[in-house]
């Protein structure tokens, strides 16, 4: 009897869906929009040709991130990007991880960047954006120089200081035994 009724709410759901248009197909154009590929890789395959600079990312920062991400990266309301370029460790509290100290490769700072901000308008940063304001916050991470240029060839060179994060923990045989994501 169970199953009948549910059997039948089903399909009512599914014939208000069709009436209401639920489930219209996504344009091409739409699709488009999202369609970030290739994925940027942390040896940089993936990456987009262009460069960017401490400067004007610092501009476009200004413009398009300290709103979320504080004046200087420092984190309010939503998380730090600039913290001391420490390693983690088991005391580290999750709201101190920032670029600096927790992000293993810059060409994944670059592809999340490209993929998911600025918040509500994920996907609308041009490459070149996107390189900017790389350069502008692993300066600000004291990570490298303002003048070095951040494009495909120098990006993954890159050594992020939580690099040796990645290394296995020889008790556990894990990677982060002792870490929890905020």
């Not at 730090?80 to 670029?99: H, K």
């Not at 304001?133 to 494009?151: H, K, Q, R, S």
Request: charged share 25%.
């Amino acid at each position: 009897m169970f199953r009948r009724a549910l059997l039948a709410l089903a399909l009512a759901g599914l014939a208000v869906g069709a009436r209401y248009q639920l489930g219209t197909p996504i344009t091409e154009e739409l699709a488009a929009q999202y369609d970030l590929r290739p994925v940027v890789l942390p040896d940089g395959r993936g990456l987009p040709p262009g460069e960017g600079k401490v400067a004007e990312g610092e501009r476009i920062y200004a413009e398009k991130c300290a709103s979320c991400h504080g004046a200087r990266g420092e984190g309010y309301p939503f998380n730090r990007l600039v913290s001391e370029p420490f390693p983690i460790t088991p005391d580290t509290e999750p709201v101190e991880y920032a670029i600096g100290n927790y992000w293993q490769y810059p060409t994944t700072l670059f592809d999340y960047i490209r993929r998911a901000m600025p918040f509500g308008q994920e996907g609308t940063l041009t490459d070149e954006e996107v390189y900017h304001l790389v350069a502008f916050l692993l300066y600000m991470n004291g990570i490298t120089e303002a003048d070095t240029p951040i494009n495909q060839k120098t990006l993954p060179t890159i050594r992020m200081p939580a690099r040796e994060l990645l290394d296995l923990d020889p008790e556990t045989k894990r990677r982060f035994p002792w870490l929890t994501l905020p």
